[in-house]
């Protein structure tokens, strides 16, 4: 789960401490993607490889190298999923270097269709991860009400996240 989070949290202290911004659009609609953001160093196509690859190593030497190599994608893939919904704003290299146009596709500006691509992952996220928590459950001879309860919890707290955003309730 922090994997998929891993580059907006070390993006949040970058932000407070100004290195890294969100500029606001003009005559931009709502709460949800409203803003340009410069995170020219997490959010950059090498900088996002090297976090997630980072990321992934820290858990090697505890759970191997396919696990490392399964969280340093799933880090990766925030990257891959901002790449859709993000306004030209994430470059190639870190701090823009080179100056080369910068990427993203804009779905923000359609936030009903970016809502629903969210509500789905969410979705498939908690339904995926209570499958594997069950499994693992019944593999250790567990009871299976603490997997399907965490599971849950996910997509609850998922979609109410997903809610408060899109309504502009956090902020």
Known sequence: ??????????????????IETI????????SYGTGIIYADYTHSLLGA???S????????????????????????????????VHRADMPFL???FGSL????????????WVMVMEAALVVLGALLYTRAARKVATAAGKGLTLATLTGSLIGVGGI?????????ALG
């Open 101 to 112: 146009p910068r990427l993203g596709l804009g779905l923000w500006r359609h936030p009903e």
């Open 160 to 168: 109410t996240v997903l809610i408060l955003d899109v309504t502009g």
């Open 23 to 30: 500029v606001l659009v003009d005559g931009a609609r709502g």
């Open 1 to 18: 789960m922090l994997a998929t989070v891993w580059l907006d949290i070390v993006f949040v202290p970058l932000y407070l401490a100004g």
């Open 49 to 51: 490889l090297l976090l």
């Open 94 to 96: 870190p701090h823009n």
């Open 53 to 84: 690859a980072l990321f992934g190593l820290a858990f090697a030497k505890r759970w191997g190298r396919r696990s490392a190599l399964v969280i340093g994608f799933v880090s990766f893939s925030h990257w891959l999923l901002d790449l859709l």
